[in-house]
């Protein structure tokens, strides 16, 4: 059973710093896109910042040069550093696996609560 469990959330004052981590199953973490999404009260879910089984990132222009994203493949584990934070980050934060082998799949974690108070 594929599992994504994601710990490191809190509460933080603005401008301080969380880092969140997400350990994944074994059996999908080298070869999928892991991702961390997030949901504010009363918002839609928003891609936060990605990074492909080779490394390649992308990031929400809201977060740009606040958040890395980081993988260790030794580790199975997913790492999303946010500095500066905002207010407006607090959100319920939620680690996400995806890829396409053998058959397409998206997995999620079960979500860990960030709150950054002004």
């Known amino acids: 059973q594929v599992q994504l469990v994601e710990s490191g959330g809190g509460l933080v004052q603005a401008g301080g710093s969380l880092r969140l981590s997400c350990a994944a199953s074994?059996?999908?973490?080298?070869?999928?896109?892991m991702g961390w999404y997030r949901q504010a009260p009363g918002k839609e879910t928003e891609l936060v910042a990605r990074v492909t089984n080779d490394g390649i990132t992308n990031y929400a222009d809201s977060v740009s040069g606040r958040f890395t994203i980081s993988r260790d493949n030794a580790k199975n584990t997913v790492y999303l550093q946010m500095n500066s934070l905002k207010p407006e980050d607090t959100a319920v934060y939620y680690c996400n696996a995806a890829g396409r082998r053998p058959v397409p799949y998206n997995y999620w974690g079960q979500g860990t609560q960030v709150t950054v108070s002004s």
């Open positions: 074994e059996s999908i973490f080298s070869k999928s896109a």
